[in-house]
């Protein structure tokens, strides 16, 4: 019988610590650990989220066709590897791998020119997209909460 999935709830606790980015509060969190502090009692909260997406380039068909077939031949030499493992055929491991590259690259080419052209150009950039905070919050339980903030207090005291 399948487990069932944890609904989200919203996080608990006391703040102890307010950053601006995710490095300082993880720095935080880690500095506690160091300390021997009960971590498990401790949130780190992203507010103001935000999806960002950075554009890298620019699509053209070329690149379309090219991308597709070096995941094609990725894929394609992953299948040749095991036929060639286990294939009783006594063709040689060589030949299977070579043509599981060589079909992976040629059906990879096509489905990555297939993608592009079914964009008609509504779409000719690469991108990388990822969900930041505009501010980081340290929750601590309460019974541990007045120790997280002296911890934390020096940390901010050495720099």
């Known amino acids: 019988m399948a487990r069932p999935q944890a609904l989200p709830t919203q996080p608990t606790g006391l703040p102890v610590g307010s950053y601006a980015t995710y490095a300082e509060a993880q720095r935080a969190v880690d500095y506690l650990s160091d300390n021997e502090f009960p971590v498990e009692n ?5 507010s103001d989220l935000q999806m960002v997406e950075r554009v890298t380039g620019r699509l053209t068909r070329g690149r ?7 995941s094609g031949a990725w894929f394609g030499s992953f ?3 095991l036929l060639g493992l286990f294939s ?3 063709t040689s491991f060589i030949v299977l791998l070579l043509s599981g590259i060589a ?4 059906f990879g080419a096509a489905f990555g020119f297939l993608g592009y052209a079914a964009t008609g150009g509504r779409r000719d950039f690469t991108s990388n997209s990822q969900i930041v905070a505009g501010s980081y919050a340290v929750l601590c339980q309460s019974q541990h909460a007045e120790k997280a903030r002296d911890l934390l ?3 901010s005291l050495k720099g």
């Open 42 to 46: 401790v949130t780190i909260v992203g």
């Open 79 to 81: 299948v040749g590897v």
């Open 64 to 70: 379309a066709v090219l991308g597709g077939a070096a």
């Open 88 to 90: 009783n055929s006594g």
């Open 153 to 155: 207090a020096r940390l």
């Open 103 to 106: 079909y992976g690259a040629l």
